[in-house]
């Protein structure tokens, strides 16, 4: 009797440690799909790791501004080619409401993503779809401010500021200010800046104009007005009073920017700042850390970075909002084989290998969590301590006071009408307030052409967690 | 009487094998041409879209409606038309000249021919890349070469006007090659004794060139601009590349545009019926093309 115990127990134990390690043992092919280039790189680091748990890792990059097209296509068609999806969170809620990724929080004990460290606003508002996780943080893209230092410190531009608007010159708080700084800052080549005669033309401020994302740098002002997309009923709020005046303020700051400012896209934008061609710009996180790089840059140690614009209220605080276009975030399809093994190769995406994704300039990922934030450390090889501790408290403030794109289903279409109207406007081919309404048609449109009553309850329930953060007020 | 029937037997029979010999290319037209044309003119009168796994539903001409209110395709079907219009009126002028200088053989004139002929092979793709280049307002060679002539520097893509003549002059350097090795074909098939007979009758070479060439090469000029309308309504690839349709939508043509809605947008419904349109576009613009050169060609016969 004893014996047969003893055979038992050891059965069970051998069952045991046969169950705890095949998936270690496992042999598997993990395909992750997203945008390619340098937001691919992390997942190439992770190979090795991978390998070790017996997941071979294989990538499919498609191109920055087709993500959502080509996986939509995967998605309708079921075909169950990708274990690992990165995408932007726009399509958040389109994807988890009719079911293609699955929602993540019963994988947490695979392998922890430490969801707690997140920063809030971000976790809540780009990973987060009617109470559940159906994806972790890959990248905190933000807009941020961006100026060039010793300008603002230069006496001789000090001095002439003064005299030029009564007021000190200082890193623009409002759009208001913004608009003055531009506006002092546009020079013509052989004027003079900080005592230096310029060799080519100088601007005083640059934004993304190209088609795409440009809907967000009209975004960022619209938020800062008050704005939201639509209001409890889907009435589109994008041709409000708000939106009408976010749209007339960035045209009047075009006068101020570069001629071909409508033409750049991401590396154009970057590159005229880190080319010493503009005094302020408003762009992603990553570019503090490029314009560091003296491999990349002409002003490494003198990239300045503040939060973006906002406006005065009555009582004399600024109200701010930054826009977050892209914003990378990781999924599970639902049609997957292997969810744990895509779910470990995606927590160890979002959470272990992450410090080293967002201090690296080979990668184009942006720091999303709170110890990612309180690493200065880490940061250090991109400038000094106080430099560092700089831009992290900056993009956390941005992301706490994020303006997130509209993720509900059709986001995709919306936001293409949104930006061709924005776009429209400031290349001169359309007034804003006529450029908004037949943007606003064309959301009433969209939404009638849905469900509208599941996009309402979608939506609210957004607006829900908008309120959570103090985004919202009924 | 007998002889008759087995006549008309081997006819029948000649008959049944040519259709048979026929039914694998029907098939195959049925299935990759008729098939998907059906299946397009069903969906342009559906609400279908793939945003939401909603079922489709019917909805007459709805789409039509929307899509003749809306001013994005009118502006794409303008932009269409200026390439159109603008484009291959120049292309023609421009490779008729070339083609009459390289139809006069000098040495090394077949490589130049076999030169000419590299825009027309190059990817879309690729072109729009180069000219993306190109056309940089900073370190572009463009505005590097007009710099020569006291021009300041142009921001060709950021501009509505200049955007636009980015893509002419690009789609001039890429097809005005084809239009001209068409034409030199049509140059080369000319007979010399009809030069002779003009000459003999003490034609100038102007008037050779109207009444002789220029009325021999027409059948090619027709051929050239009827591939060339199909294929500027088609155009799509060095636009998406170049501007993206943009700034704002100044650039954005009819195959853009169905682009962005069928597959950015996952409007099957609407996209089809901008297809469809779009071939009833074609299809008319083609005829109209066709009756006035032939009902030309007739009266001066």
Known sequence: MQGKKTFVFICLAVLMIVAQTSFAQAKVTITVYGDEGQNLTPVEWLKPLAAEKGITLETVGVPFTSVYEKLKTEFVGGTGAYDVVIFYPDYLGEFAEFGYLQPLDGLFSVHDPNMADVVPAYRDLYTMYNGKTYALPYDGDILNLYYVKDIFTNAAEKAAFKAKFGQELAVPRTWDDLSKVAQFFTRKKGDKLAGKVLDQDYYGFAFLGARGFAYAWWANIFGSLGGAWFDRNMKPQINSAAGVNALKIQKSLMAFCPPDVMSMGYQELMNAYLQGRVATMIQWSDVWKKANDPKLSKIVHNAGISQVPGVKQADGSIYFRAAAPVGRIIGIPTTTKHPKEAFWVASMLSNDESIKAVTSNDTGEDPYRISHMNNIKAFEKFGTAAEAKNYLDTVKDNLNHVFPDVNIPGSAEYLDALDVAVTSALSGSGDPAAALNTAAASWDKITQSLDVNRQKKIYNSMLEMWKKHGFWKD | ?301
């Open chain 2, 1 to 301: 009487m007998a002889g008759s029937a087995g006549l008309i037997t081997l006819e029948t029979s000649q008959k049944r094998f040519a259709r048979l010999m026929a039914l694998p290319g029907m098939i195959v037209l049925i299935l990759l041409v008729v098939g998907p044309l059906v299946y397009m003119f069903a969906n342009s009168f559906m609400l279908k879209t793939l945003a939401t796994p909603l079922p489709p539903r019917f909805a007459w001409f709805k789409n039509y409606g929307d899509l003749f209110t809306d001013g994005r395709f009118w502006n794409a079907f303008l932009n269409s038309m200026i390439i159109m219009v603008v484009g291959i009126p120049v292309q023609s002028v421009l490779a008729l000249i070339i083609a009459l200088l390289l139809n006069k053989k000098f040495p090394g004139s077949k490589i130049v021919v076999a030169l000419f002929l590299i825009p027309v092979m190059i990817t879309p793709v690729v072109a729009g890349f180069e000219w993306k280049i190109i056309l940089d307002n900073r370190f572009g060679p463009l505005n590097f070469v007009l710099s020569f002539f006291g021009v300041a520097p142009l921001a060709w893509l950021a501009k509505p006007a200049l955007a636009m003549a980015s893509i002419l002059i690009m789609d001039t350097w890429q097809w005005t090659p084809f239009v001209t090795i068409v034409l030199l074909a049509g140059l080369a098939a000319i007979p010399k004794q009809v030069y002779e007979a003009s000459s003999v009758d003490g034609s100038t070479a102007r008037e050779t060139l109207w009444r002789v060439t220029m009325p021999l090469l027409r059948p090619m000029f027709t051929l050239v601009v009827l591939l060339r309308i199909i294929f500027i309504f088609k155009i799509f690839d060095p636009v998406q590349i170049l501007t993206g349709g943009g700034p704002g939508i100044s650039t954005e043509t009819l195959g853009l545009l169905t682009y962005i809605i069928g597959f950015k947008n996952f409007n099957v419904g609407m996209s089809a019926t901008i297809a469809v349109v779009q071939l009833i576009i074609i299809t008319v613009i083609a005829k109209l093309f066709i009756t006035l050169v032939m009902n030309r060609r007739e009266g001066k016969q």
